[in-house]
């Protein structure tokens, strides 16, 4: 089981950037693809955006391209989610998560293990 800490979430005003860091903990983080989600009230978890093994393979949804960068640190057992240009409907809180592989990559509940989660608010 992989343990994963989020952190980097805040309040921001539209237009500002925040960047999220989720550290992971366990056994071979180097061979997990990583993924953001977020959940806003009311709403269901969506996928965010995810990054391969080896960070050949990214991905993000449709409203995030342009925005949002992924990127891992695997010395570090690290993934980022840089966030550009936030919108008040950018606000959620933001999980990440481990997988095998990309395969499904916007399912949940291909995902394996999950973090706590860090709140995003951005005000106009």
């Known amino acids: 089981q992989v343990q994963l800490v989020e952190s980097g979430g805040g309040l921001v005003q539209a237009g500002g950037s925040l960047r999220l860091s989720c550290t992971a903990s366990?056994?071979?983080?180097?061979?997990?693809?990583m993924a953001w989600f977020r959940q806003a009230p009311g709403k269901e978890r969506e996928f965010v955006s995810v990054?391969?093994?080896?960070?050949?393979?990214?991905a993000y949804v449709d409203s995030a391209k342009g925005r949002f960068t992924i990127a891992r640190d695997s010395a570090k057992n690290t993934v980022y989610l840089q966030m550009n240009s936030l919108k008040p409907e950018d606000t959620a809180v933001y999980y990440c998560?481990?997988?095998?592989?990309?395969?499904?990559?916007?399912?949940?509940?291909?995902?394996?293990?999950w973090g706590q989660g860090t709140q995003v608010t951005v005000f106009s």
């Open positions: 990054i391969s093994y080896n960070g050949d393979i990214v």
């Open positions: 998560a481990v997988k095998y592989g990309v395969a499904g990559y916007e399912y949940m509940s291909r995902y394996d293990d």
């Open positions: 366990g056994p071979s983080f180097s061979r997990y693809a």
